[in-house]
């Protein structure tokens, strides 16, 4: 199986945040996607600093695209810039009802 951007992007689209019950993409979490040969970075962020949830929602991150055969994961959080409802898709917003 060839990787791909698109295919780690849908494989990420089925982890939700377990707080609100929307993909980590949706949400607008996922900044940046960076795929070298067997390893990926994911530039990320949460919706809050003090998101208690965060280090579950990275070793989900971590599993499901080492079900596609990537074999190093690295995440990468970042607070700058900060998460805003701005970010979310539109199918978030629709979803949150914004």
């Known amino acids: ?22 993909s980590i993409v949706d949400l607008g979490l996922i900044y940046k996607i960076e795929l070298k040969k067997d390893a990926v970075k994911i530039t990320m962020t949460l919706t809050s600093i003090a998101c208690p949830l965060g280090p579950m929602i990275q070793d989900e991150i971590k599993e499901g695209l080492k079900e596609l055969g990537i074999k190093k994961v690295n995440i990468k959080l970042v607070f700058d810039p900060p998460w805003n409802p701005e970010k979310m898709t539109k199918k978030g917003r629709k979803l949150l009802g914004i």
């Open 1 to 22: 199986m060839l990787i791909t951007e698109k295919l780690i992007k849908q494989k990420l689209l089925k982890i939700m945040d377990p707080e609100i019950n929307i």
